[in-house]
Every structure is written in C-alpha cells, then in structure tokens.
C-alpha cells in the first residue's frame, strides 16, 4: 500500500539501528521520507548505517541523548532500541517537538508509559507504537468483515500465536528478551501485540482476566545427560531440535533470513565465521544451559464488559507462522489463518473465502504480514499531514493493551482473576 502524496517527504531520525531500525529507516526511505541523523552505540552499525544513509559525522551519535536533547533536527524519530530504553528517549523526543513512533513495548511500567502519554499530549505530536498487526491487510480484510456485520455480533474468540520453535529458542531462551528483569514478561515483550490486536478486532477492553502458563521445556531439568553447554562441542547436537548450529547455519544464503534472525548473532556470512560466532556469543549456547525465565507457553482468558469471551494463547512449540483466530458470531462464524478468512453465514449456510491481497511472510524478517510497510506508510502520512488519524492507535490506547498485559501477568502469578477499572485515566507522572 503506497502513502498518500500529497504533503511533503518527512525527515526522520533513528534511534537503535538494529533489526528494527535498519528495516523501519529502510521502508521509510523507500516511501521517500529522508533520514538526517542516527543514534546508535554500536561503532560498525553507526558506521554501517550512516554509510547507507549518506550521513555526515555530526549526524551520526553514539548516544541518543545527544541526539535527542539537542534542537530537533527531523520531523520525526523511530525508536527502536531496547525495551529499557524507550520510555526516557520517547519523552525527550517528545519535549523536543519530534512525531514518535515508538516500538513496542511503549514502556516496562505503567509508570513510565504515563510519562510518555503526559510528555506526548504536552507537545501535540503525532505518536504510535509498533502494534504492526493492526496495520497487516490482513488485519484490515478480518476487521471489515466484522465491521460490516457479516457474523453479527461477537461472542467469543480464539487466538493462537505461533510463535516458532527457533524463534523461541532465538529472543526468548537464548536472545535479548530471555530474562523478565532485563526487558519484561514473555505477555509483554512479545504477545502484547496479540493483546493489542483482540482489542482492535473486538472493539472494547476486557473488564477481566485470568491466566496460566510458564517456562516448561528450556530449563536445566530438561538438559539430556550427554549434552554440553555450547551446541557446537555437543555430541547430540545434530538429533536436537533446538541446534544453534542447525539453526543458524541455515541462514546463509538466504537473504531474509540472514538479515534476521543471523544479524543478530554475527555479520559474518560464512559457514566458519557463523560458527565462530555461536563459540561467543549467548546464541550459541544449549537450550537447556541459559539464564532463561521467558514462559514457553501461556493462555489468558478474557471476558469484556459485552459478555463476550476470548481466550488467547502463545505457545513456543510450533512452527513460526501467522497467527490463526477462529471468531464466532450470532450470525456467523470465521476463521483467519494470516492469509484468508473464511467466512460460514448462519442463515444460507455456506462458506466464503477471501483471500488476503497481498501476501507477506509471518516473521519479522518479511516485515510482519506486510504490517510494517503499511505502519511506516501510515506514520509517515501522519506525520506529514500532522493527522494523527492516520494511525490505528495512539498512546493511551497502548496504554491500554498494556494494562491489560499486566493484569494478566498478575492473575498468572497470583492465581486469580484480575478486573480491570472501567476508568482508563492515565495516572498523573
Ligand atoms: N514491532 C515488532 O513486531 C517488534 C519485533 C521485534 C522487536 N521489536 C522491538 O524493537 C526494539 C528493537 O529490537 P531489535 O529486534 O531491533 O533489537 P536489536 O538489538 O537488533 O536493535 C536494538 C538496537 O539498539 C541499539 N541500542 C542499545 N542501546 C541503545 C541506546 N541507549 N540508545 C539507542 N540505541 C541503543 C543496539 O545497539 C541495537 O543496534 C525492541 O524494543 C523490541 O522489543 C518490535
């Protein structure tokens, strides 16, 4: 989906040039929008970036507080660093007058998104999270149909998220988001998409929730005898499904998946460098020997304010495909799985099916179903417009999916069921 052409091409700052970035910097300067300056720690990916971008020196920082407390130098700024990171950078780039989009999650505590949405609604500027599943055609396809009443009204729902044997091994066992205290709960740092996404198809916020679920498979207890610690001393490497080996060496040659998952655990693209790497790095090391308390599975029931019911649920053992979502109505019923939806109508009785436009990959790699070119798409015509309407979500409405996240994430621990207020004011920051 192009971007409407009618305003002028937005600049844009990044900040983070990892995975995220380069793609977000990619698809935005591929729609025209020019990119002035980056924050990145990283020495080669600066370099790398300000290379691609044609940036000078002074446009290219080490820290983005550099970049982000000094006068505004772009009409926007992507955010796409580590978790940690985004609450503080969102609202200095929110002080200094920047349109933000902000990757998801906005924040780690409600605390800190509120000093996003207090810092944001100060200054007037356009602002989204990156909730891709909402922008997917997909998505739009689901949502039309249910918006133009083909089920009736909605009863109840099941959502699946894949998540990917590898994958999980890759962020949540071995990667950046294995560890709950170094960037935040499996619900969060992953499924709060899908938790935004059931708000966005049902309409309305759960008044309550309850969940279960935990870390069942990766854990020391579940190591066989004769495995070592680093999958490339392993003698019982080959028959294990969660091989680094397997995994990574499966990479090179194909251009999507170098770019990711293997950027993140080495540049180099040969068979001895990518085993160089997995001696070093974290995502070299077994399964069962990590410093690992992501859940591997999870299931939160939801009941809304209407009656109406869903039941989500993330597990890691599958392979990493789109999401599949059966949602039964009054007058209908239907089942999505990320490239058709098939329709059944109660009163004829007969199926349709209808295709997805145009059909993208599931993974982060392909761009999210086509999610993220149509969010950049949208970003970039908000932020020339100045219409924040282009956008599917604002702040508080992140805000909201994330309290429900929360909620969950306590019912989980607590073993109870947890109501959420029907007041969804932001707490003073
Ligand atoms: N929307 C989605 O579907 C989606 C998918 C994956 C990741 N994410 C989110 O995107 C963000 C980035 O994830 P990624 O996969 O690109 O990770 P990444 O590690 O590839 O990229 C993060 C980059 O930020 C840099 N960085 C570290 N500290 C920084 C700082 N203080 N200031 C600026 N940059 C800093 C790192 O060096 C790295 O280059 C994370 O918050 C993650 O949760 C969103």
């Known amino acids: 989906m192009g971007r409407t052409k009618e305003h002028h091409a937005p600049s844009v700052a990044l ?24 924050a990145e720690p990283r020495t080669q990916a600066r370099a790398d970036f300000a290379t691609e971008f044609g940036l000078a020196p002074d446009q290219a920082f080490a820290d983005a507080a550099d ?46 998104c509120a000093r996003v949405i207090t810092a944001v609604e100060q200054a007037g500027v356009v602002f989204a999270v990156g909730h891709v599943l909402r922008y997917t055609p997909y998505t739009r396809l689901l949502k039309g149909l249910l918006d133009a009443g083909r089920i009736g009204t909605i009863v109840s729902v099941e959502h699946l998220e894949p998540v990917g044997w590898w994958h999980q ?8 988001w294995r560890r709950e205290d170094q960037s ?36 020391a207890a579940n190591k066989p005898a004769t495995a070592t610690d680093t999958c490339v001393t392993c003698p019982i490497e080959q028959s294990c499904a969660f091989s680094a080996k397997r995994s990574y060496l499966q990479c090179l040659g194909d251009p ?20 160089e790497a997995l001696r070093e790095s974290p995502y070299g090391r077994c399964v069962y ?4 308390d992501a859940v591997d599975h999870q299931v939160v029931a939801l009941e809304f304010p209407s009656g109406s019911t869903a039941s989500f649920t993330m597990t890691a053992f599958t392979e990493l495909t789109h999401r599949k979502t059966r949602i039964f109505g009054t007058l209908g019923c239907l089942e999505g799985d990320g490239e058709a939806v098939r329709v059944h109508d109660f009163v004829t009785d007969r199926s349709e099916e209808h295709r997805v436009p145009s059909l993208h990959g599931a993974s982060a790699a392909d761009g999210h179903g086509g999610g993220d070119d ?13 219409d924040q309407s282009h956008l599917s979500s604002d ?28 007041d969804l004011d932001v707490p003073p920051s």
């Not at 149509?374 to 100045?386: I, K, P, Q, R, T």
Request: net charge neutral.
């Open 15 to 38: 900040v983070g040039a990892g995975v995220r970035g380069l793609g977000y910097a990619r698809r935005a300067a591929a729609q025209g929008a020019r990119i002035v300056a980056v």
């Open 67 to 112: 970049l982000l407390a000094a006068a505004r130098v772009a009409d926007a700024v992507v955010i796409a660093s580590p978790d940690p990171c985004h609450a503080d950078q969102a609202v200095l780039a929110a002080r200094q007058g920047y349109a933000i989009l902000l990757e998801k999650p906005m924040a780690l505590t409600e605390e800190d």
């Open 169 to 176: 091994a890759h962020s949540y066992v071995r990667g950046n």
């Open 184 to 219: 935040g709960p499996m619900l969060l740092t992953k499924s709060c998409h899908d938790i935004d996404w059931l708000m966005h198809v049902m309409g309305e916020s759960p008044a309550r929730v309850a969940s279960f679920g935990s870390l069942s498979h990766f854990t």
């Open 256 to 275: 999507v998946r170098e770019y990711w998952p293997l950027s993140m655990v080495t540049s180099d693209r040969t068979e001895a460098g990518v085993l």
């Open 289 to 292: 020997s990590c410093d690992n």
């Open 374 to 386: 149509a969010l950049v798409n949208a970003f970039l015509d908000a932020v020339a417009s100045g």
């Open 395 to 422: 702040a508080r409405t992140s805000l909201a999916s994330h309290r429900v996240v929360w909620a969950a994430e306590s019912a989980r621990r607590t073993g109870t069921v947890a109501t959420l207020p029907h």
